[in-house]
């Protein structure tokens, strides 16, 4: 009996601990100098083979995106949380659509990696700057020091709009530059984007 309970009150806990606060839905826009960029503000989900969809640049269109964070506070002063962003793949005439997390999509032969929604046990988690709604990722791994340290936060927004060829399928989409917030992206066509999120 002692051990049922014991077990119960801590299936509530995980409970408590698991519970996903999902954010009101908003729009993720762009803004860069670039006049490759000019008149296109807005993102899209966009078609790379079944179910799985990168961010397309666009000047009209847009889609709804939620931020799924559990309780908790951010490592950062004046962002949010991070945690998964979240586009819902409408499922044929089900009502229910498919809630798909971000991740990367990273080819070794390239530091540009492509967020794609898939249905995925992979995420890369993001947050978000109050105020200004601008999209970041948190990252505590310094390897340029010897020994790599993983003590301080970092906040990066290596965020660009490149021609990315995703088997096949060539669109002007959001990638991310990996490394810290000096890394350049080795693929020319990319430009240097701000990321930020309006609520709808
Ligand atoms: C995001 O949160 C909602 C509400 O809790 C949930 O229905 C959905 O499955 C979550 N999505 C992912 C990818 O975890
Ligand atoms: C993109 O890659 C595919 C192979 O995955 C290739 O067939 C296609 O020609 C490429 N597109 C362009 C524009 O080079």
Not at 2 to 14: G, I, Y
Not at 90 to 104: L, Y
Not at 184 to 199: A, D, I
Request: glycine share 6%.
């Amino acid at each position: 009996m002692k051990f049922a309970a014991a077990l119960s009150a801590l299936a509530l806990v995980h409970a408590a601990v698991a519970q996903t606060i999902q954010s009101k839905p908003f729009e993720l826009m762009i803004q860069s100098s670039n006049k490759a960029i000019h008149g296109k503000k807005l993102l899209a989900s966009c078609h790379e083979g079944a179910a799985i969809e990168s961010l397309c640049v666009t000047g009209g269109d847009s889609s709804r995106y939620f931020l799924n964070t559990t309780k908790g506070s951010s490592p950062v002063k004046g962002y949010t949380t991070s945690g998964l962003l979240v586009w819902n793949l409408p499922v044929g005439n089900e009502p229910q659509a498919d809630s798909e997390p971000m991740s990367f999509y990273v080819d070794p032969g390239t530091n540009v990696a492509l967020p794609l929604f898939e249905p995925s046990y992979e995420s890369q988690y993001v947050a978000f700057e109050e105020g200004t709604g601008a999209m970041v990722i948190f990252s505590y791994l310094d390897d340029t020091v010897t020994p790599p340290t993983d003590t301080k936060v970092k906040v990066l927004k290596n965020w660009y709009a490149c021609e990315y060829n995703y088997s096949g399928y060539v669109y002007h989409t959001l990638n991310f530059v990996l490394g810290d917030a000096t890394a350049k992206p080795q693929n020319p066509s990319c430009v240097k984007v701000q990321v930020h999120r309006k609520f709808v």
